[in-house]
Structure formats: C-alpha cells, structure tokens
C-alpha cells in the first residue's frame, strides 16, 4: 500500500497570497504546500482522504485517472470545497462516486453542493455521488481493505482520523478522546498535524504534535497541515528526532 501527501499546508496554503514572508518566498519545492489532502492507493484502488480547493491541480499533478471514493475527516472548506472537481472521474467511471462522512459533515456538503447531493433537485451535468455514513464505532470495508475512523477534536469540533493497516493520518487535532488510544497502537507510519510553534485553539503546535508522537510511539512520524510560521522545510527537519520528518507535497510512502 501507499500513501502520497497531495497536500500538506495550512487552509490558506504556501505561498499565501501577497505574503512577503520568507517561506512563501522559498524556491524550495518543499516550502510550496497545497491544501491538505492525501491518497491511499492499493492495487488497482484509489482513495482520497478529504477533497481541497486544490483537489484539480492535485489530481494533474499526480497524473490520477480514476478515484474509488472519498473519505472526509470534517466540514471545513479547506478539505471539502473541491468536490465540484470530480466530475471528469464521474464521467469517465460511468458509476457513482462514493462519498465516507459522518452524518454532520453530509450535512454541510447537502448545503454547500446541494446541486450534487439533493437527488431531487439535481443540476443536469453533476456527478451522481454514494453517500455512506461513518462512524468511529464500526470500520469501513474499502474494496479488500478494513479502514478504522478515529475520532479526535479540533478545537471543539469532532472529526475523523482514520487507520488503514499500520497507518493513521489524524489532521486537524487539537486533542484525543482516550478512548481513540485504541486504535493508535502498533503503528508504523503515523502522520499527524503540526501547524507552527505559537499556540493554537484548533490545532497540535510543532511541541504537542512530538509530544503526541513520544506518547504513541510510533516506528515513523510525518508532520503535516503545516503553516509558512513553521518556518523552512529543510531547517525545520534538522531539528525533529530522528524517527520524526515533515512531510510535503508529492512525498509517497509505502506501507503494509
């Protein structure tokens, strides 16, 4: 199995538009971050989790001919608003596309692409969706595979991390319930939110996130959902214990 890192920066992305700050200013590929996004790729099946505003130029960028369904970790718009851009696989798939959220956040996406997911009232020329609700208290079966959702907070909203194999990408935490623990054992690849130094109501600054990684001992960490106060890439990675790096646009990982 595989994991590529589609996206890796903070809602507004790197560079920010207009900013004068040094990262935004980096030629470094790896300071260039779009919205956070990945793919979970096996076989011949191909899985999203969440769909940004850069869903389109993800999808280019690493050539994706087909998608087998959506896993959404909350509302926002950073990890949602792109759903419009899955229409080119809907047409050439000829099948629904499947869609893996919590009843809250198929709530939001029925407000916000109502010409999409309102069946009666549908806009001639949207894709045709497969809405299946999810939930922390039972695993999804994704073709062969068994992928656990997570339940963690950001800020005080509750969202969904999800576990595939020896893997969890958890964005977006601020805390975890204990009763997530559970499913954070025996990890070999871990990828978690690490958004700056400066304290935050909704996300895991660079300290919480390690302190996070110590806690749950996993064998590699990958850092993620990154701002441009981070600082740069290549800086930033010297100083992270050794089992501990950030991750970027692009970056593929296998797993079992």
Request: glycine share 4%; hydrophobic share 35%.
């Amino acid at each position: 199995m595989k994991i590529t890192f589609l996206g890796t920066g903070t809602s507004q992305g790197i560079p920010i538009i207009g900013s004068t700050h040094p990262v935004c200013l980096s030629d470094n590929f790896k300071d260039k971050r779009l919205r956070c996004s990945a793919m979970i790729t096996w076989d011949d099946n191909v899985y999203v989790i969440d769909c940004s505003p850069d869903f389109r130029q993800q999808m280019l960028r690493q050539n994706v001919s087909k998608i087998d369904g959506i896993l959404f970790t909350h509302e926002h718009t950073d990890h949602i608003i792109g759903l419009d851009d899955i229409r080119p696989f809907f047409y050439r798939q000829k099948k629904d596309i499947p869609l893996y959220a919590d009843e809250r956040v198929f709530k939001a996406l029925s407000s916000r692409f109502h010409y999409i997911i309102d069946s009666q009232n549908k806009y001639p020329g949207t894709p045709n969706v497969r809405q299946t609700v999810i939930s922390a208290k039972n695993t999804i079966q994704l073709q062969n595979k068994k992928v656990q959702p997570i339940d963690i907070m950001h800020g005080n909203l509750p969202i969904l991390g999800f576990r595939v194999d020896n893997l969890v990408y958890l964005t977006d935490v601020k805390t975890v319930p204990e009763h997530s623990y559970q499913h954070l054992k025996n990890i070999d690849i871990l990828v978690v939110n690490a958004l700056r130094e400066e304290a935050h109501f909704s996300h895991f600054t660079l300290e919480e996130a390690l302190a996070f990684i110590r806690k749950i001992q996993p064998k590699r960490a990958y850092l993620t959902h990154i701002s441009h106060l981070l600082g740069f890439h290549d800086e930033v990675e010297k100083s992270l214990p050794s089992n501990v790096f950030l991750a970027y646009d692009g970056l593929e990982l296998e797993f079992n």
